[in-house]
DNA sequence: GCGACAG
DNA sequence: ATCTTGTCGC
């Protein structure tokens, strides 16, 4: 997928929120998504030697089938440590390096973590769709900031998630008695179509599909569906990256 | 000053 | 995130 790549990058606290606030502004949240989307992909990163490697994982899925389409995979040493509110700095540099290795380009990416639910309204989502200039939704496993009722513990149900006097996401209930997720706009797409594509990517288990498969090719465990691609030929026998 | 705090 | 086995529940 093509895109340009940041030529700088934030070596402290201080100079990571500075470009939280110049770049803030570039966040879209008017739907500009292929409607309906053809790929969806979705990112992830994982760590190797104790933290000093950065492992980012992309896959790409036809959508709504959501079945697997392409892969990428790119390790980089790494260069920031855990800071709430600053994770783009310490996991991006290594995903776009895996996303420039794609030759898709998704109509829509689900990443890990919070989009607009942030303190500066800039999370990974965010951060990574004004980059890529791609449509992004913050999926998160847990809360960063906001504050909300009880979810139903039905699946499909969702409750507000606020900040002050404003609506910052969704606490959404992807499966019964499980916690549920944390889902916010990154660019280029509203809070009620972002619900909606997650509910579709999540037809089974509490995570997107998309963040499942990226998770498993991130931390190298488990084994990835085989490529469409390799399905519909039997006479290539293709070997699958892990 | 004391907690909370995506991955 | 990562270190780690079995176990309880739908």
């Known amino acids: 997928m093509k895109f340009e790549a940041p030529t700088t990058w934030p070596t402290d606290a201080a100079a990571a929120i500075s470009r939280q606030n110049e770049l803030r502004s570039q966040v879209r ?22 933290g000093e490697v950065t492992r980012a994982a992309v896959v790409v899925l036809e959508f709504p089938s959501l079945q697997l389409v392409e892969t990428a995979l790119a390790k980089r040493p790494t260069t920031f440590p855990y800071v709430p509110s600053l994770l783009s700095f310490r996991e991006l540099p290594t995903l776009l390096a895996a996303l420039a290795e794609l030759k898709l380009t998704p109509d829509l990416i689900l990443c890990d973590g919070a989009g607009i639910a942030h303190p500066r309204r800039f999370g990974i989502a965010c951060h990574l769709g004004v980059t890529v200039d791609c449509p992004t939704i913050g999926v998160a496993k847990s809360r960063l900031i906001g504050t909300h ?12 998630l606020r900040d002050r006097d404003e609506t910052i996401g969704a606490v959404y209930r992807s499966r019964t008695n499980t916690k549920p997720l944390y889902v916010s706009a990154g660019h280029r797409i509203t809070l009620p179509t972002a619900l909606d594509y997650v509910r579709q990517c999540t037809p089974k288990y509490r995570l997107p599909e998309t963040t499942r498969l990226a998770d498993r090719l991130a931390s190298n465990r488990g084994q990835l569906p085989p490529l469409k691609s390799s399905c519909e030929d039997d006479d290539t026998e293709q070997m699958s990256l892990l």
């Open 29 to 50: 949240l008017q739907d500009e998504v292929r409607s309906p989307p053809k790929l969806v992909a979705g990112v992830d990163v994982g760590f190797e030697e104790n």
């Open 149 to 160: 009722e009880a979810v139903p513990s039905e699946k499909g149900a969702w409750v507000p």
